[in-house]
């Protein structure tokens, strides 16, 4: 059997709905490691959120931030960091329209106001407190990715930077901003241009709107029973939801273990 560089989304797809992680994922990824499998999780959180997910299923690579962070065996091998004038552009035209933001760098997220209740709402569904306040750290620190908290008819007031950025909806009340053409694709590319692989020999996971051009881009795009409807038409594979057992369903299907 070919061996494969797979990855998997966080959110959906390796985490339920209560953000945990299925006992039959854990056994498909433990096998799909015995099989000699390169496996990487591709996800929009930061490294050190991804981390204890990492250190439950014993990997150590990783796709972060949608494709601007990407770390294989405990080096970084891409970062593509926002720029510190565009940022300034974005938090004066945020702060003007009353829209707090996070900005997200390697090892902390601050908040561009003290409280925030999109915030609150927004990021407590990924099970993380609101953010300190503290407008210094986007200034000092190199950012690969800002949570723009606003509703989706608001994003028109940023249309101004759509030739350096783009916005990837994954909330009512919040957006993703990272560079433009950033995706968790780029993030691949980079990783099979370190490894010795091809596009084809690439399999990706995913259930959301920022996974879209990776289930594009993969050698084989899986998507979750409980994905975004746009994402499944974009699959090679719709696979069953993650609470039914879905990866370990798909990596079965696919031939990538035996059960």
Known sequence: MNKKVIFFDID???????????????????????????????SGRSPFLIKP?????????????????????????YGNPLKLELMEKIYE?????????VFMGEKALKASVP??????????TLKIKHPE?????????EIFQILLFC??????????????????????????VVPKGGSKAEGIKRVIERLPYEQKDTVAFGDGLNDREMISFAGTGVAMGNAVNELKDLADFVTKPVDEDGIFHAVTHLGLIEE
């Open 93 to 101: 035209t945020a702060d003007r329209q009353d829209h707090p933001l």
């Open 12 to 42: 959906g797809t390796l985490y339920d709905h209560d953000k945990k992680i299925p006992e039959s994922t854990k056994r498909a990824v433990h096998l799909l490691k015995e099989k000699g499998h390169h496996l990487f999780i591709a």
């Open 151 to 176: 509703k989706a008819e608001e994003e028109v007031k940023y249309e101004a930077f759509s030739e350096e950025i783009d916005l990837v909806r994954w909330h009512e009340l919040s957006t993703d």
């Open 53 to 77: 997910i990492l250190e439950e299923l014993g990997l150590d690579s990783f796709i972060a931030y949608n494709g601007q962070y990407v770390m294989y065996e405990g080096e970084v091998i």
């Open 133 to 141: 306040h503290d407008l210094s750290y986007f200034k000092e620190n």
């Open 115 to 124: 409280n925030h209740p999109f915030i609150h709402e927004g990021i407590g």
